[in-house]
């Protein structure tokens, strides 16, 4: 007497069946993992993306790109663990397990992603702490936010060993699958791009909306030969914040983000022109609020520890700070940089800025120097002739 398998859609009974040990069943298994992180990852950066791949920012993409690559091996690991095992139990546990993983993948990779790009953009910024995450204390605040990307894949665990029963059975014998198991794979990916991108929009991550207010302020700005204090396009953009630096942003530029604090929805863009100029702008709470020239502190702050000589009366935003160890090593090194070195930019990644300097005889040095508010010094070494 043939043996019949209850109906059971939810495949609750914890036996294997046959067709789960099938090669094409662990196939779909990895396949339709690999399509769920996929969805979570766009679902998380695809619209940032869009919209960064539209502005003339720098070293903004890579970090989206990790992301997005976290989420699909994540997916597609899990994919194939669980249609491997085959059990429904297992399968549920391990698909929201993945849910809480990928919150926090999409909660942390605006600053560690973002930070290890920097490092390998360029090896001297490997080690530091770039984007530094502030949200201490907040992993358990981001998986309480993602309950609903939880939610959604811990269903899909409880009907994938149904959903890929049904799609194994539209393999045919060259291993190749009809339209219609492509749409039953197809099918919740709406779902879970939904669910991740409701996600998205309540953390806070504020960067790609400050890069699009100052690229569409520095434009406006540069062809305006007026008082930018008279002028008010009524499109929410306050133009005044740009009078301080409005001799400096002629020709094309780049921009970059300086530094991130969603705390207070604060975020600094640097902006560089091809002419020379070097300016910050602060977006706090997609409000554009002031720019200003960027280099006094690094170039005639710096010069003032090198040298000893008090900084000019009046000279605005040229304040310096330096840790004690490092105002003693520069000190003892003043004679030979000279009273007139050459200081120079070397590179920058967020707010982390190498300097040269160079006295008259050849004699340079290096110098780390971090942070916005404060900007300090924090550390100096000599180079090699």
């Not at 198991?181 to 197809?186: E, R």
């Not at 790609?208 to 569409?216: K, L, S, T």
């Not at 302020?217 to 930018?228: E, F, K, T, W």
């Not at 409000?287 to 170039?299: G, K, M, N, R, V």
Request: glycine share 12%; proline share 5%; net charge negative.
């Amino acid at each position: 007497m043939a043996q019949t398998r209850s109906v059971d859609p939810f495949n609750l009974d914890l036996s294997a069946d046959e067709t789960e040990k099938l090669p094409a069943y662990r196939r779909m298994g990895l396949l339709n993992g690999l399509l769920i992180g996929l969805a979570l990852g766009l679902g998380a950066w695809g619209l940032e993306a869009w919209r960064v791949s539209q502005l003339p920012v720098r070293g903004y993409m890579p970090s989206l790109l990790l992301g997005l690559g976290l989420m699909i091996i994540l997916g597609g690991f899990v994919g194939w663990l669980t249609s491997r095992i085959a059990l429904t139990p297992v399968a549920v546990v391990l698909w929201a397990l993945t849910g809480v993983l990928g919150i926090l993948i999409m909660g942390y990779t605006p600053y560690y992603g973002r930070t290890l790009m920097a490092w390998v953009a360029d090896w001297r910024f490997r080690g530091r702490d770039v984007y530094p995450y502030v949200l201490e204390g907040s992993s358990t605040g981001l998986v309480l936010g993602g309950l609903l990307i939880i939610l959604v894949l811990a269903v899909l665990g409880l009907l994938q060993s149904y959903r890929l029963e049904n799609i194994t059975s539209e393999v045919n014998h060259k291993g190749r699958l009809s339209r219609r198991g492509w749409v039953s794979l197809l099918v919740p990916l709406p779902l879970v791009f939904l669910a991740s991108l409701v996600t998205q929009s309540v953390m806070a991550n504020p960067t790609a909306p400050a890069v699009e207010i100052v690229n569409r302020a520095i434009p406006v700005a540069q062809s305006y030969d007026g008082d930018l204090r008279d002028l008010d396009l009524g499109d929410g953009i306050s133009y005044i914040a740009l009078r301080p630096v409005q001799g400096m942003i002629d020709g094309d530029y780049t921009l970059s983000i300086v530094d991130v604090n969603p705390l207070n929805s604060t975020v600094v863009v640097r902006a560089e022109f091809s002419e020379g100029g070097w300016v910050y702008c602060r977006v706090i709470n997609g409000q554009l609020t002031f720019c200003d020239d960027a280099s006094p502190a690094y170039t005639r702050g710096l010069r003032s520890l090198v040298t000893g000589e008090p900084l000019p009366d009046g000279c605005r935003g040229c304040g310096l700070q330096s840790l004690d160890e490092v105002s003693v090593w520069l000190a003892q090194r003043r004679d030979r940089l000279g009273n007139s070195p050459i200081i120079e930019r070397v590179a920058q990644e967020g707010s982390h800025v190498l300097m040269s300097v160079t006295g008259d005889d050849g004699y340079a040095i290096e110098c780390w120097i971090e942070g916005v508010a404060p900007i300090q010094v924090t550390g100096c070494r000599e180079v090699a002739g």
